[in-house]
Structure formats: C-alpha cells, structure tokens
T-cell receptor, first 112, second 112 residues
Framework: QKEVEQDPGPLSVPEGAIVSLNCTYSNSAFQYFMWYRQYSRKGPELLMYTYSSGNKEDGRFTAQVDKSSKYISLFIRDSQPSDSATYLC????????????FGTGTRLKVLA | DGGITQSPKYLFRKEGQNVTLSCEQNLNHDAMYWYRQDPGQGLRLIYYSQIVNDFQKGDIAEGYSVSREKKESFPLTVTSAQKNPTAFYLCASCPGGIYGYTFGSGTRLTVV
C-alpha cells in the first residue's frame, strides 16, 4: 500500500462546476499538507498548504484536512478551463527533514 | 525575479554516458531536492540537501549522484549505472519550516 493514494483521473467537469480532489494517506505522523498544480511539461506550483486539521480558503480554492480519517481534499469553485491541469497532493511529518511524500496526481479537465 | 532555473530543458543521453542536470536557485533557500517524475508514479525523491556540503539519499538514489558546494546550486549527475533514466526531472527548494517547495521547470531526459 502506498503512503499516499490519489485517484489519477482524468476528471472531466463543465466550466463553472465545483471540483473535489482528494487524497488518502496511511501515515498518522503527517502534519503538513500541500496541494500543487502542474501544467503539462511544467514544474508544479504550490496552491495551498495546511497544517494539521481544518480548512483553509484562498479565492476559489479551499483545502480541507481530516486527520481522523486520514483524508485531505481540495475544492475548486467556479472552475475555469485554465484550471485544467494535474493536481498533486503532498504531505510531510512534523519537523525533521522537510521531505514531502507526493501523490501520483489527478488530471482535471474543465470543459468550456 | 527569484526562482529556480533548471537546464537544459531537454537532454539526450547515449547508453553508457553520464550526464549532469543543472539546478540553480536565487531564493536563498537552505534545502534543495531532486525528484523524478514518471507517468502514473508521481514524484519520487532522488536526493536532498538541507545545507551546503551535506546531502542525503532519497528513495531512488541508485545510479545518481549530487553535490552541494554552494547554497545556490545542486547539480544532479545521472550515471551509466542508472538503467532506466528516461524521465522528467524536477529540482525544488524550500526555506524550511512549514513552507512548501518551489519547483523548477524541469529537465526531460531521454536515452537514445
């Protein structure tokens, strides 16, 4: 079993839809959670980060962490064709070496 | 503008050759990382360095080598011992703490 599981998709939605992207994990030591967006043939860019449990909102993006279920989510409201990309979750344990474990990524297509 | 520069963007290697991928950052970040990305496998950590003149193996270090002689630079050498080097290579840096990575734009290595 992988430490971090992420549905590879592709996930296709119409423009304006609410998108839910999810990751599950097995290591209860993970404390820091990140979401990255990666366009084709580019490096990932950081979208959101959260520490421990709870929600964080930034514009159209909301990140949720449920540590009791070992489950994190990224919601995208009013999705746009420009949101079409691969979304990667990443997580790290408290302190130490700052290593992050990445999910395999979910490919999202927002249809105009 | 601050960022991470990876070069070259595309690299072709003949069987039995060593090649070196460049990674330079002007963000004044202490930690730097090399990841390999293959379709369906997400990002896998090759090597990382938290401080100049020190580095640690990641999950897939065999066939790779690195150096960290300057804070700004973290070159990766793909040696002939790496049997399947064709992949997308990503360099990242991090200031530490609860901050995420900043990634470069990647180098696509192909064995010919």
């Amino acid at each position: 079993q992988k430490e971090v599981e992420q549905d590879p998709g592709p996930l296709s939605v119409p423009e304006g839809a609410i998108v839910s992207l999810n990751c599950t994990y097995s290591n209860s030591a993970f404390q820091y959670f990140m979401w990255y967006r990666q366009y084709s043939r580019k490096g990932p860019e950081l979208l959101m980060y959260t520490y421990s449990s709870g929600n964080k909102e930034d514009g159209r993006f909301t990140a949720q962490v449920d540590k009791s279920s070992k489950y994190i989510s990224l919601f995208i409201r009013d999705s746009q064709p420009s949101d079409s990309a691969t979304y990667l979750c990443a997580m790290s344990a408290l302190g130490g070496t700052y290593k992050y474990i990445f999910g395999t990524g979910t490919r999202l297509k927002v249809l105009a | 503008d601050g960022g991470i520069t990876q070069s070259p963007k595309y690299l072709f290697r003949k069987e039995g050759q060593n090649v070196t991928l460049s990674c330079e950052q002007n963000l004044n970040h202490d930690a730097m990382y090399w990841y390999r990305q293959d379709p369906g496998q997400g990002l896998r950590l090759i090597y990382y360095s938290q401080i100049v003149n020190d580095f640690q193996k990641g999950d897939i270090a065999e066939g790779y080598s690195v150096s960290r002689e300057k804070k700004e630079s973290f070159p990766l050498t793909v040696t002939s011992a790496q049997k399947n080097p064709t992949a997308f290579y990503l360099c990242a840096s991090c200031p530490g703490g609860i901050y995420g990575y900043t990634f470069g734009s990647g180098t696509r290595l192909t064995v010919v």
